[in-house]
């Protein structure tokens, strides 16, 4: 197979065996950014459609996301780097009962390479967690991801919560499969007294902090 086929399908089959050397051949020809977004996410979005339609099972999806893991982490010493003073500060965090955290580690990435400082929760984090966070670190943002369509109602109530406890005046930037930017910016912009944006990707995710900051 060509070199781009054949990392696509390394994501796919779950094939961890020569990926180094692979994206080695991949760096000298395209940026580190450009073979994550062009090319494995590419693998990933083929992975959730063989899963959705049954034909992939659950192990082998996480072996996917394992390698696609392993070469986002190659490839990240890679990426440009802007460097500076610190430009913000958010906290992310993967929303309570949702373990997907491919997308949320892109945004660290994206921003963190970009200037700001990124609190970095993990998954499956309670709102209070989330909130408490935000608090201590003194964030200037509060960053959501969450995959499944259940975490659109915990961020809704993630929302309320912030309502309830004053917390309306940390702008909150919302990623991940199951949201549309209607849902975000129109139904839960109702719900919230502060300001809540939808990011489709994680450089739609830096354009908005960027936003928030100035
Ligand atoms: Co899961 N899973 N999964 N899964 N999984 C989905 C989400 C699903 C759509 C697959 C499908 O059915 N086609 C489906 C959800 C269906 C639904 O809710 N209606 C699903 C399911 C059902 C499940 C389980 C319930 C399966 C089961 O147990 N029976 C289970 C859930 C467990 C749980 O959370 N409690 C589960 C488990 C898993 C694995 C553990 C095997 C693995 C995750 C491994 C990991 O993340 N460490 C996994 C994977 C890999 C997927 C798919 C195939 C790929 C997700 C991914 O990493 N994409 C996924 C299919 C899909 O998404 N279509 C699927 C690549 C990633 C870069 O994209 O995260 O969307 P994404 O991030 C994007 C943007 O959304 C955005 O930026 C990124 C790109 O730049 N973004 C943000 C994301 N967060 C952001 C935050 C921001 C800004 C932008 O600001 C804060």
Redesign the pocket.
Known sequence: LPLWERLKRRIIDGEKKGLETDLDDALAQRPALEIINEVL?DG??T???L??SGQMQ?PF??Q??EV??TAVAYLEPYMDRVDGETKGRIV?ATVK????????N??DIILSNNGYQVVNLGIKQPVSTILEAAEEQKADVI???G????STVVMKENLEEMNSRGMSDYPV??????LTRAYVEQDLAEVFTGEVRY????F??LRLMDAFMA
């Open positions: 996410l990933m979005k992975v959730g459609e899963f959705g659950l999806v996480l996917s996301a696609m893991k992310l009962g949702d373990v997907h955290d491919i997308g949320k892109l945004v960053g959501m991801s995959l499944l369509v259940k930037l919302l990623g991940g499969a199951a990011a489709r990707d994680a739609e995710g």
